[in-house]
Every structure is written in structure tokens, then in C-alpha cells.
């Protein structure tokens, strides 16, 4: 993520491209989206889901060309600098200083138009993966580097600090709970005994001092998904996802339900908010899943169909769940309503498999974030020339990567507002602010060098400037609101 430009890896076809991004954004979040949608309301939670659901879709086009600007950019200054080396070693045989003199000022002066008129390929191409930290480099200064790099960090910390809080109260639910199908109705303490005198809480902190071991040794070294290890994921989430809007659909049908959720409540907005925008999050991840898209001509439709595509899956999913289960009863960790329940699934192995079902998935991507957010923290502190010492580039960096989520998930395992804050404050960065600041400086940047004749062909349908002021001051308007809530919330208590 904090890296420069990379290999692109292996083409793929544009539907496998969509697949790829259907899968990136449905995780962890679609969980804790139910229960927020009960406390909200399900009119304000449908219209603030499809609204925030067009925000993320635009601020993907913003990044989508901001790709294409980088690439463009590169390709010039390469071009560029065959020409200064191809005319520093024709001067070598040339005695006119005058014409040496034209060819040096040449790549300086010749717009980029037109190299494109003379027959070579678009410079706008997505050909090479930029990430965005190599994006941030190129059009922001030092300032707006950094800020970018603490913002990106401070959202892979809420990112660790969710996954090490869900993988442990998954599996404590599945401990301690009650699995002789008279618990549907039960909610459960944090005091209450989980085995003899020890309580769920302990147990809770027993599990994840045994997700710390287990996984927390993968920070020191170098981990990458496998494409097979993603496959299975992906099923499993498929499996998973499908089972529960199904049994849900069931129980409604059956006229069992017993979720009356209210139209709206404005207290449950400010979490919803965090939630949504947790939901929708792939900027970051976008120069990974588009530059390998074998055919990018209709890319923009791809994209759009993709998010049409997941605001119905996360309607339908959290609609089905507010009507199926009593409000006060959905757990922050949705899975978790199906484990105790017989009315809704009483097949044990199936129970049992969605209990589990975040362990696994989630255990996959701990170590992916965790080795990315210490190279991003390796590269926030990076000086030309220099290198680290064995000890701080070894020890010291995943020891700071590591730490801190586990800290947090050992005082808190509220996943309900680990995912609204991470949400809410770095993932407005990261899905508004960073995007709109990178396709506005992207655009200043070329047009002196390209001339207004030249055209991004993958610029986004939003290209008037209002609204990259819109997305800056929607963002501006969320912060200000969020914190508003969390301050007046405290001074209630």
C-alpha cells in the first residue's frame, strides 16, 4: 500500500475485476451494519446507506483517475529522459551547438499531445500500479505526504484493533454460549461465568491472548494472500452471507419474526455513518484491483455496477436482519444471532459454522494489514539514502504496529464502535478527503504539461471542480457532526 510503482501480477478479466472489488468491500463491516440499522431506523438507515454509497462510488472515480494521471506523468518524464540521454549522446558527434542546444530543450517544451498524436499508446493508460502513496508523492507536498501516511496508519490501526476484537468474541460466543436452543432470547455480560468461576470477559481476553501468539509473530516477517487462500475466503463469505439472508428471509415468511425496528432515531445516525463509510472502504486498495484488468474501457461501468451491486447486498442483508431478530438482541457480530437460536437454524454443524465463520476469514487478513501498516510506518520515517538500524527495522516496527490494536481490543470489544470510529474519522480520510485532494492536484499538475486538448479517458463522470469541493465540505460537515455527538453523548453520562 505504502509502496511505489509494483508489478501489476497476473491479468484478469474485467467480471473477475468485479468480483475481486465485490469481495474487498464486503467484509467485516457488513457484520456490524445490521445492528446499526436497527438503532437508526430503517428509513434513515436506506436513505444515508444510498447516499454515502454514491459518495464512496464518486470518490472511486477520483482515485480511478488519479491512476490514470500518474501513469501519464510517468510516461512522460520517461519520455522525457530517453530524449535528454539520446541528445546528450548525439552531441558527442555533433560540432552545431545550436542544434545540441534545440534537441536538450526540446523534451521541455514538446506537449505531451503530441506524443500521443504521433501514434504511440494513450499516456492515460492504466498500465502501471501506482499506489497511492506513490500518487501522494507525486501531486501533494511534503506537508500533505504526511498527512496522508498518518491518516492511512491511523485507519490500519482501527482496522487490527476491529479484526483482534472479532476473532476473540467469536470465539468466546461459541464457548460460552448456550447452544441447547433455549438461548435465542438470552443477552448475555461480560460478568457472566463462562467455565466455573472464570467469566466471559476472561475468557474473551484468554482468546485473544491466543490470537495475539498466534498471529502477532506473522508482524516480524513478510506475509502475502495467496490467490488460493483468497479463493477460499471468498467462498466461505459467499456460503456464510447466503446462508443468513436466506434463513432470515425464512423465518419472515414464516410470519416468526420478531425485529420491529423503529423508522428512525437520530441517536443511531452518528454509528451508522462510521459503519457505512467502513463499508464501502476499497480507495486504498484500488491500484491493486484495477491495473490488472486485462480490458479498462469499460471499467467506469464496472464500477458502478459493483456498487449498485453491494448497496442491495448490504440492504438486503441488514433489512432481512432488523425484521428477523428483536433489536435489543442483534449482537455487534451478526453471525453471532444464528449460533443460539434453533427457531432460525437448528442444524449444530451449520451453527457452529457461522459462529466461526469471522475466525477464519479474519485470521487470513490480520497479518496482510499488519505487515502493511509497518511498511507504512518504515516508509513515513524513510530518508533518501538511509537505511534502519537491524533493530528498528526487525523488532522495533512491529512491535509499535502490533501493540497498540492489541491494547485496544484488550480494554474494549464494542466492534460496534471500534468499526464507527475507525469509520468515522480515518476512513473519511482515506474514502473522502485524500481522493478529492489527489484528483484536484492531479489536474493541476498535467495541464500545463498536457494542454487542455488532451483528454483522460478514464476521468470521472464528476470532472467539474464543485464536486471536489463537495465531497471536501461533506467531509468537513461528518467530522464536525461525529464529534459534536461524541462529546455531547459524554456529557450526558
Known amino acids: 500500500m505504502a509502496g511505489g510503482i509494483t508489478d501489476t501480477g497476473e491479468p484478469y478479466s474485467p467480471f473477475v475485476g468485479l468480483v475481486y472489488m465485490f469481495n474487498l468491500i464486503v467484509g467485516t463491516g457488513a457484520l456490524t451494519m445490521p445492528k446499526a440499522f436497527a438503532q437508526a431506523g430503517w428509513v434513515v438507515s436506506l436513505a444515508l446507506i444510498t447516499f454515502l454509497g454514491f459518495m464512496s462510488y464518486m470518490t472511486t472515480t477520483f482515485v480511478i483517475e ?54 504511440q499508446a ?26 496522508f501516511y498518518i491518516c492511512i496508519i491511523v485507519y490500519l490501526y482501527g482496522d487490527l484493533a476491529i479484526y483482534a476484537a472479532a476473532v476473540p468474541i467469536s470465539l468466546m460466543e461459541v464457548a460460552c454460549g448456550n447452544h441447547s436452543c433455549s438461548a435465542g432470547s438470552v443477552k448475555y455480560n461480560d460478568t457472566d461465568p463462562c467455565w466455573g468461576s472464570v467469566t466471559r470477559k476472561d475468557a474473551y481476553r484468554v482468546f485473544l491472548s491466543v490470537f495475539t501468539v498466534l498471529l502477532g509473530p506473522f508482524t516480524f516477517f513478510n506475509a502475502q494472500k495467496t490467490k488460493y487462500l483468497q479463493i477460499l475466503t471468498s467462498l466461505m463469505r ?16 414464516k410470519d416468526h419474526g420478531a425485529g420491529h425496528p423503529p423508522v428512525a432515531s437520530l441517536s443511531g445516525v452518528p454509528n451508522l455513518f462510521g459503519v457505512c463509510v467502513y463499508s464501502f472502504m ?7 484491483l484495477v491495473t490488472p484488468i486485462s480490458n479498462k474501457k469499460r471499467v467506469g461501468s464496472l464500477v458502478l455496477f459493483d456498487y449498485v451491486l453491494i448497496l442491495g447486498f ?13 433489536s435489543s438482541l442483534l449482537y455487534d457480530m451478526y453471525t453471532l444471532n444464528f449460533t443460539d437460536n434453533c427457531d432460525v437454524l437448528d442444524i449444530p454443524v451449520l451453527r457452529y459454522f457461522l459462529g466461526l465463520f469471522p475466525v477464519f476469514t479474519i485470521s ?45 481490543a484488550f480494554c474494549t470489544h464494542n466492534l460496534e464502535s471500534l468499526v464507527g470510529i475507525t469509520g468515522s474519522y480515518a476512513g ?15 489536474r493541476r499538475h498535467l495541464e500545463p504539461v498536457m494542454g487542455r486538448d488532451a483528454i483522460n479517458k478514464h476521468r470521472s463522470p464528476f470532472r467539474h471542480s464543485f464536486w471536489v469541493w463537495f465531497v471536501l465540505l461533506w467531509a468537513a460537515f461528518c467530522l464536525m457532526f461525529v464529534t459534536a455527538n461524541i462529546i455531547l453523548t459524554d456529557t450526558k453520562k
Request: glycine fraction near 4%; hydrophobic fraction near 45%.
Open 364 to 408: 487470513t487478513n490480520f497479518p496482510i494489514i499488519a505487515v502493511t501498516l509497518r511498511n507504512n510506518w518504515k516508509t513515513l520515517f524513510h530518508r533518501d539514502g538511509g537505511t534502519y538500524p537491524w533493530v528498528v527495522d526487525r523488532v522495533v516496527f512491529p512491535l509499535i504496529t502490533l501493540v497498540p490494536p492489541i491494547v485496544v
Open 122 to 147: 494513450d499516456h492515460f493508460d492504466i498500465m502501471e500500479r501506482v499506489e497511492m502513496g506513490q500518487m501522494a508523492s507525486m501531486f501533494f507536498n511534503k506537508v500533505g505526504v504526511n498527512m
Open 238 to 253: 459467499w456460503i456464510a452471507f447466503t446462508m443468513m439472508i436466506i434463513l432470515a428471509l425464512i423465518r419472515i415468511g
Open 282 to 288: 476499497c480507495q486504498h486498495s484500488l491500484p491493486s
Open 428 to 442: 473519511t480520510g482515506i474514502q473522502y478527503i485524500v481522493p478529492a485532494f489527489l484528483v484536484f492536484y492531479a
Open 314 to 326: 448490504y440492504v438486503l442483508l441488514s433489512f432481512t436482519a432488523i425484521f428477523c431478530f428483536d
Open 66 to 119: 488519479a491512476m490514470a494521471a500518474a501513469n501519464a506523468q510517468l510516461r512522460w518524464k520517461r519520455r522525457e529522459q530517453e530524449e535528454v540521454e539520446n541528445s546528450d549522446s548525439t552531441s558527442e558527434y555533433s560540432d552545431d551547438d545550436e542544434v545540441t542546444c534545440r534537441g536538450r530543450s526540446e523534451p521541455e517544451t514538446r506537449p505531451i499531445l503530441s506524443v500521443q498524436r504521433s501514434g
